[in-house]
């Protein structure tokens, strides 16, 4: 059963940085699909980043594209999403998330989950 734990939430000014991690367990994270979401009190969750189990190839929102960068270690058994330019609007917690669908799709459901990473931007 895989397991994923999110970790490298707090708190940054606007316009820094964080690198969430997202560590697996029970299982080998490279046969999955992972994608990063997140929600903010009050609004639905949104999917951020994506990226396929087979090929690497990854897939952003218009939100985050061009400032976030998922990625995978597989000898870590862990996924990473490095968030630069960060404003009070990424201000949510955030989730890693896994399926063994090969292919990121929209709208995919993802079987596993973590509990998530708070993300605060403020000065």
């Known amino acids: 059963q895989l397991q994923l734990v999110e970790s490298g939430g707090g708190l940054v000014q606007p316009g820094g940085s964080l690198r969430l991690s997202c560590a697996a367990s029970g299982a080998t994270l490279d046969d999955y699909t992972i994608k990063w979401f997140r929600q903010a009190p009050g609004k639905e969750r949104e999917g951020l980043a994506c990226?396929?189990?087979?090929?690497?190839?990854?897939y952003y929102s218009d939100s985050v594209q061009g400032r976030f960068t998922i990625s995978r270690d597989n000898a870590k058994n862990t996924a990473y999403l490095q968030m630069n330019s960060l404003g009070p609007e990424d201000t949510a917690n955030y989730y890693c998330a896994a399926d063994i669908t090969p292919v990121c799709l929209r709208g995919m459901k993802m079987h596993y989950w973590g509990k998530g990473t708070p993300v605060t931007v403020s000065s």
């Open positions: 990226i396929n189990s087979g090929d690497g190839t990854t």
